[in-house]
């Protein structure tokens, strides 16, 4: 697979370990995977049409206006931070070990692919083309890997679905418990809600699943420094960090503060090149 990068304004196209070295000029990532652009392109289509039908069908032919605007700006400014997070995640390089990267203290291996010496739990993504650090799984819906450097990012991402997935449950579920309607289909009635709201609710259905089983999936992975990876195949290879809340602060930032919820904020932390003293 390709992955595509810019440095110090040329761009290109680079295809496995035929490319030059990966050099810490490189700005931009973004793999080629045809799938994985698909379900990017899906995710956001999913998101804007449920923020269209959102307005169209619920918000503007309701009577109340504060309740319209009021929900109108939450579910747009989580949305908008769920859609800057899946961006983010998508374009952000999570820990690409170089290619022909020299061996040292650290190495545990050689990838024949990358033409790499591989450092402590660095593991090769066939996706991606490349041996990512501590890469916790290929994720298609953001179009790359999970690693250290977007794990911050990608857990944005599942927050800010889960929560523009619950505020559509609740904006769909407390207006029809409370309305005839309720009573009607609940007493044996086949009618069925217009198309475009069984839509959303679907949506955000899915939406709601796959953000709790992510965001489980994640907060288990960081609190325990264990990728899913190495969960999978029991690696003995993850050491640990001291504590739980090391291991937090280790991806979403060294001190507590709201940058934590921005997607806007980088985490800081050592790049890349400076990951083999940390292993
Ligand atoms: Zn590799
Ligand atoms: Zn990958």
């Not at 309701?62 to 700006?73: C, I, T």
Request: glycine share 6%; proline share 8%.
């Amino acid at each position: 697979m390709f992955s595509w990068v810019q440095k110090r304004g040329t761009s290109e196209h680079r295809a496995g370990p035929e490319t030059p070295l990966q050099g810490p000029e490189q700005r931009y990532w973004f793999v080629w995977d045809p799938l994985g652009i698909v379900c990017a392109i899906v995710t956001w289509t999913l998101m804007l049409s449920a923020a269209w039908i959102l307005i169209r069908d619920l918000f503007i032919p309701s009577k109340n206006v504060f309740y319209a605007v009021a929900n109108g700006v939450v579910f747009h400014l989580l949305a908008s931070l769920a859609l800057v997070s899946h961006l983010r995640t998508m374009l952000t390089d999570p820990g690409s070990v170089p290619l022909r990267n020299p061996p040292g203290p650290d190495t545990v291996s050689y990838c024949p692919l990358c033409l790499s010496a591989v450092p402590e739990r660095a593991y090769h993504c066939i996706v991606c083309g490349r041996c990512i650090h501590k890469n916790d799984h290929h994720c298609p819906w953001v179009n790359n890997c999970v690693g250290e450097d977007n794990q911050k990012y990608f857990l944005l991402f599942t927050l800010y679905t889960g929560l523009i997935s619950v505020h559509v449950l609740l904006l769909l579920g407390i207006p029809f418990l409370r309305s005839p309607a309720w009573r009607e289909w609940n007493a044996g009635s086949t009618a069925s809600p217009p198309s475009p709201i069984l839509f959303l609710f679907l949506v955000a259905l899915m939406g709601s699943l796959f953000a709790l089983v992510m965001l489980c999936s994640q907060m288990c992975s960081i609190c325990t420094d264990k990728t899913t990876t190495e969960m999978l195949y029991q690696n003995k290879r993850s050491q640990g960090r001291q504590s739980v809340w090391a291991n937090v602060k280790a991806i979403c930032g060294p001190r507590v503060s709201l940058a934590w919820l921005s997607p806007f904020h980088s985490p800081g932390r050592p790049k890349a090149s400076e990951h083999h003293d940390m292993a």
